[in-house]
Nanobody
Framework: QVQLVESGGGLVQAGGSLRLSCAASGRSFSSYYMGWFRQAPGKEREFVSAVTWSGGTYYADSVKGRFTISRGDAKNTVYLQMNSLKPEDTAVYYC????????????WGQGTQVTVSS
């Protein structure tokens, strides 16, 4: 059974930092893109960041320079270091895995809440 399990969400003040982790299990993810989406209340889910199987990275313009994505050596763990957090970063953050450059998501995590207070 494939599972993506996120951790590391929480409540932080504006300007603070959080580190999200996602552990994937149930199959090999070495050929998958892995990344993060987020969904704020009343808004559609949006792309945040992704890392390829070879270490290439992609970021939404809204988080460039503040967020850093990385992948564990075993390729089945992905991290999102979030610095200089803003209230508009408040959302449920979802881990995702894709064979198709994140245009089609094969697996989703259950989500972790990030709340940034002003």
């Amino acid at each position: 059974q494939v599972q993506l399990v996120e951790s590391g969400g929480g409540l932080v003040q504006a300007g603070g930092s959080l580190r999200l982790s996602c552990a994937a299990s149930g199959r090999s993810f070495s050929s998958y893109y892995m990344g993060w989406f987020r969904q704020a209340p009343g808004k559609e889910r949006e792309f945040v960041s992704a890392v390829t199987w070879s270490g290439g990275t992609y970021y939404a313009d809204s988080v460039k320079g503040r967020f850093t994505i990385s992948r564990g050596d075993a390729k089945n763990t992905v991290y999102l270091q979030m610095n200089s957090l803003k209230p508009e970063d408040t959302a449920v953050y979802y881990c995702a895995a894709s064979l198709a450059t994140m245009t089609k998501i094969d697996y989703w995590g259950q989500g972790t809440q990030v709340t940034v207070s002003s």
